[in-house]
């Protein structure tokens, strides 16, 4: 998926949850070392990153639901595991972890894909 395309979503993505003030950027996450990270939330820049290495991977839906991911933390401030985060993420139909963003064998492909396994 194209940079821009990934700005037009969450873009639009904030608005319909009350974040205007927050921005969508395409750029780089380092904690993936184990398990993909998709996308961030920085609280101090009101910003959503969605990790550069990956959008070339990702399909529209991924990226959507990427983004909402980050909108519960963004809105809310909570952990994963915490309940509050767990019913607005049920609410507005978020995955609950990053390991949620894709399906699980579009991530088992991803997976393999990233680390060079064949």
């Known amino acids: 998926m194209k940079e821009n395309k990934v700005i037009q979503i969450g873009t639009k993505l904030l608005k319909k949850h009350g974040l205007e003030d927050w921005t969508i950027t395409v750029g780089e996450l380092e904690a993936y070392f184990i398990s993909p990270v998709f996308a961030g939330c920085n609280y101090e820049y009101k910003e959503i990153r969605v990790n550069r290495d990956f959008i070339g991977t990702m399909i529209e839906k991924d990226v959507r639901r ?46 393999k894909s990233f680390w060079g396994i064949n």
């Open 66 to 111: 990427a983004i909402l991911h980050e909108i519960v933390h963004a809105t809310l401030k909570v952990p994963d595991k915490s309940q509050e985060f767990q019913d607005m993420c049920k609410k507005i139909n978020a995955p609950l972890t990053q390991d949620e963003i894709m399906s699980p064998r579009r991530r088992q492909e991803f997976i």
